[in-house]
Structures are given as structure tokens and as C-alpha cells.
């Protein structure tokens, strides 16, 4: 009896050794495991903090190039912009003094007819063909230096022939002649008789006179070879004199002064119809400002096309960053989530095994 209960005694203290041991082995355990978990807590901590200076760097990184791209592409808009704004004021100057002349152009017509009242009165006075063809050069280079700059007439252009026509203005690289010696002796006889029956004779003189002229003035200045236009104006220095040619125009059997010098490509000019002729060069002078001007400003917007370009391929590389940065934020964001995950996996392990919460 007594060995049996010694048997049983010492089965339970085998049973009471073996379920001490059993406790230290789980408690050592829970130990390791609560160790490792907070070791594993931590370097997820210290990783995720790793990634967040990263991707905080590589957006300031991007950030800064994305401003330094914006203003330079702002700075090359701006610069093209101030090219064409000046361009556009020397434009619009140049239209404005085109309005301006218009303007004054029936003032300034009003002037001429009263000089041309003027000349008519002395017409009656000079006498000398030699006078009057002095005077007729010297009005019709007054009119010239009003009308026109200097560059763009010449006064007694000489030929490779020798002969020297009075005036030639310059357009586009090219010479308008202008002759102003016109045969007025037969028109004033022509004025000096009452009778219209013994005025005819004097009529066909100063048509004869007038025609020959017009053939020497054809002859002798419209040379295209020598940058002439192929025509030439022929001034006649009086408004009466030139409505005998335009208007009256000679007997009927012969053909008309005017018919004869346009078939010849010779215009004959009044001082009223000069200055319309001259008035419409320097509008085109002008115009011809205006039309280079427009090739500049035409090769600014070029040239400003080519900033944009530039422009364009910074904001593409520019782009081409942002979609990285953003993709690399978006796989930061994925891994985070995946560490965050892992760790909440563990956390509820731990929970589960009955372990105390790691400390922070």
C-alpha cells in the first residue's frame, strides 16, 4: 500500500515537473516571439520613414526643375512678345503717317492749283523758250524736294547716250523719266490771236511740236536696259497748256496729242496731276515700308515659332519627370501599403498568441 502511494507520488511529480517546464519553454517562447515582432515593428518603421525622405526629396528635386523649365519658357514667350510689340509700333506708326498725308492731301492739292494759277500768269510774261524751259526745271524740282526724300530722284540723270533728261525718280530700283522742256512758242501764238479761223495754223504747229517731243522723249530716256520703266512723263508746265492737249485736243482729221504720247508710253503731266502722281509714289513708298516691316515682323513670328518649339520639348521633358516622379510615388505607395499590411498581419498574430502590445 505504502509503495503504491510512493508510485503515485512521484507520477505527479513528474507530471508537476513536466508542466513547469512546459510553462518556462512557452514563456521563454512568447518572449522571442514578442521580441521579434517589435524588432520587426521597428525596422518597418525605420524603412517606411527611409521611403518618405525619398520620394519628399525626389519631389523637391522634380518641383524645382518644373519651376526652373516654367520660367525659362516664360522668358523666351516674353522676349518673342517684346519683338513682335515693336515691330507691330513701327507698323502701326507707318500707317498712321500714311492716314496723316491722306489727310492733308486736299489741302496740299489746293496749294498747287493756286500755284499752277501763278505759273499761268507767268507764262504770259516769260517769253524766252530758254527762260521758260529754266523755269519749268526749276518748278519741277521744288515740286520733287516737297514730295518725295531725296534719295528716291535725281536731278539731270545722264545716259550712256550722253543725253541728260531732267529729273528720273527711284522705284524699286528703277527710273520713271521726266522730261520738263516743252515747246510753249506756238501755244503763245496761239493765245495771241483773237481769230479762231487764223488760230488753227498755230494749233497744228503746237500739236507738231508737241508730237516731236514726244518721240524725242521716248528715243532718248525710255531705256529699260538702263533700269528705265518703259515709260516716261513728260511735264507740261501749265494747266492750260495741258487741257489743250487732254481736253481740246487738235483738229479731227489728225490724231489727238494725248492719244499720240500714250501709243508712245509718254504721259503728259500737269503740275496738279504730277503731284497726284506723286502722292500715289510715296503712298507706295510707304507701303513699301510697311511690306518690309511685315517681313520682320513675319520672320519674328517665326523665329518666336521656334521658341514655342523649344518651349514645347521643356514641357515635354517636363512631363516625362512628372510621370515618373508620379509613378515612383505610386510604387513608394504600393510598397507602403504592402509593409502596413505585414505589419498589421503580424500585429494580429501576436493579438492572437495572447501577446502584450510592442511598445512605441
Not at 489741302?107 to 527762260?131: D, F, N, Y
Not at 521658341?307 to 510615388?329: P, S, T, Y
Request: glycine content about 10%; charged content about 30%; overall charge negative.
Amino acid at each position: 500500500m505504502s509503495e503504491l502511494a510512493l508510485v503515485a507520488a512521484g507520477a505527479l511529480l513528474a507530471v508537476l515537473a513536466a508542466v513547469a517546464w512546459g510553462l518556462v519553454t512557452t514563456r521563454r517562447q512568447q518572449e522571442g516571439l514578442r521580441q521579434e515582432v517589435g524588432d520587426l515593428g521597428a525596422r518597418v518603421r525605420d524603412e517606411v520613414a527611409a521611403l518618405r525622405i525619398a520620394v519628399a526629396g525626389e519631389l523637391k528635386g522634380v518641383t524645382a526643375e518644373v519651376t526652373r523649365q516654367l520660367q525659362e519658357g516664360m522668358r523666351l514667350v516674353q522676349d518673342a512678345q517684346g519683338a513682335m510689340g515693336e515691330r507691330l509700333d513701327r507698323a502701326a506708326k507707318v500707317v498712321g503717317e500714311v492716314q496723316g498725308s491722306l489727310g492733308k492731301l486736299g489741302e496740299a492739292t489746293q496749294r498747287v492749283v493756286e500755284v499752277g494759277r501763278e505759273i499761268h500768269g507767268l507764262e504770259q510774261v516769260l517769253k524766252s523758250p530758254k527762260i521758260r524751259g529754266g523755269l519749268g526745271e526749276t518748278l519741277l524740282e521744288q515740286l520733287l524736294a516737297q514730295m518725295l526724300p531725296r534719295e528716291h530722284y535725281v536731278l539731270q540723270h545722264g545716259f550712256k547716250s550722253g543725253d541728260r533728261v531732267d529729273a528720273a525718280i527711284r522705284i524699286s530700283g528703277r527710273l520713271v523719266p521726266v522730261d520738263a522742256k516743252f515747246p510753249l512758242e506756238n501755244f503763245r501764238r496761239l493765245l495771241e490771236e483773237p481769230d479762231e479761223e487764223r488760230r488753227r495754223p498755230f494749233r497744228r504747229a503746237f500739236a507738231r511740236d508737241v508730237k516731236l517731243r514726244v518721240d524725242e522723249i521716248a528715243k532718248k530716256y525710255i531705256l529699260p536696259d538702263e533700269e528705265t520703266f518703259d515709260f516716261a512723263l513728260m511735264y507740261v508746265p501749265a494747266e492750260n497748256v495741258y487741257y489743250e492737249i487732254i481736253i481740246k485736243g487738235d483738229d479731227a482729221e489728225e490724231e489727238p496729242i494725248a492719244a499720240y504720247a500714250l501709243g508712245r508710253r509718254v504721259i503728259p503731266v500737269s503740275p496738279n496731276s504730277l503731284y497726284a502722281y506723286l502722292q500715289v509714289i510715296v503712298l507706295g513708298l510707304r507701303g513699301l515700308r510697311i511690306e518690309a516691316n511685315a517681313r520682320e515682323i513675319q520672320n519674328d513670328l517665326i523665329r518666336l515659332g521656334g521658341d514655342i518649339e523649344r518651349v514645347r520639348e521643356h514641357m515635354q521633358k517636363l512631363g516625362g519627370h512628372l510621370g515618373n516622379a508620379q509613378k515612383q510615388f505610386g510604387d513608394a505607395e504600393r510598397d507602403l501599403s504592402r509593409f502596413e499590411a505585414k505589419l498589421e498581419a503580424i500585429e494580429r498574430k501576436g493579438e492572437q498568441a495572447g501577446l502584450p502590445e510592442p511598445a512605441a
